[in-house]
């Protein structure tokens, strides 16, 4: 299975650019790394895939190096309703496991 | 946009009942889940369904849980013998598939499930 590491918890301020880094080495040849979001008793929303390099769509960016076992999602100025879980996955097979994720609370 | 729609929000069951969770997952697609998050937990993986046959199944989705598509648009979650510990949110989920193995999940709300 696909293991991902993310940090537990984030605080940010409105306002400011928030990074979320998620680790996974043992990603395969063909795994695409997928984000999601999650408010309190919602399913989880897809934010955004990427393979390599730099994906940008009207949420978030992510950023992916060259050897693609890390990845980054960036949230532009976040307000306090992206407070919420963030979760990095691999949509490999049909067992597609989520972590713990990251909690971010943005603060006012 | 389209979206998977899951009813009931709210199900309230006795222990040892059986209930039957509903969902209509969005129309092109062709890979179905069931995922449940205990309150404060992370989600848990539960099944994965495809061809008309589970494709997965993880370690709680034990002989008391079952799935079907019994006509072209709903995905049933079955549970058998209900247990205090299966009070839980129950999220069911599709995506794609066709062409794209990589595509990504599509949530709906989800039916909170007490069993008393």
């Known amino acids: 299975l696909a293991k991902t590491t993310q940090p537990i918890s984030m605080d940010s301020y409105e306002g400011q650019e928030v990074n979320i880094t998620c680790s996974h080495n043992n990603i395969a040849t063909n795994d695409y790394i997928t984000w999601y979001q999650q408010f309190p008793s919602q399913g989880p929303r897809f934010i955004i895939q990427?393979?390599?390099t730099k994906v940008t769509n009207e949420v978030a960016s992510l950023f992916i190096p060259a050897d693609r076992k890390s990845s980054t999602l960036s949230l532009p100025r976040v307000s306090l309703s992206d407070t919420a879980v963030y979760y990095c996955?691999?949509?490999?097979?049909?067992?597609?496991?989520f972590g713990k994720g990251t909690r971010l609370h943005i603060l006012p | 946009e389209p979206e998977v729609t899951q009813t009931p929000s709210h199900q309230v069951t006795q222990m040892g009942q059986e209930v039957i969770l509903r969902c209509v997952p969005i129309s092109n697609h062709l890979y179905f889940y069931w995922y449940r998050q205990i309150l404060g937990q992370k989600v848990e993986f539960l099944v994965s369904f495809y061809n008309n046959e589970i494709s997965e199944k993880s370690e709680i989705f034990d002989d008391q849980f079952s799935v079907e598509r019994p006509d072209g648009s709903n995905f049933t979650l079955k549970i058998r013998s209900t247990k205090l510990e299966d009070s839980a949110m129950y999220f069911c989920a599709s995506r794609e598939g066709q062409g794209n193995n990589n595509s990504p999940l599509h949530f709906g709300n989800g039916t909170r499930l007490t069993v008393t």
């Open positions: 990427g393979y390599k």
């Open positions: 996955l691999m949509n490999r097979d049909d067992k597609i496991i």
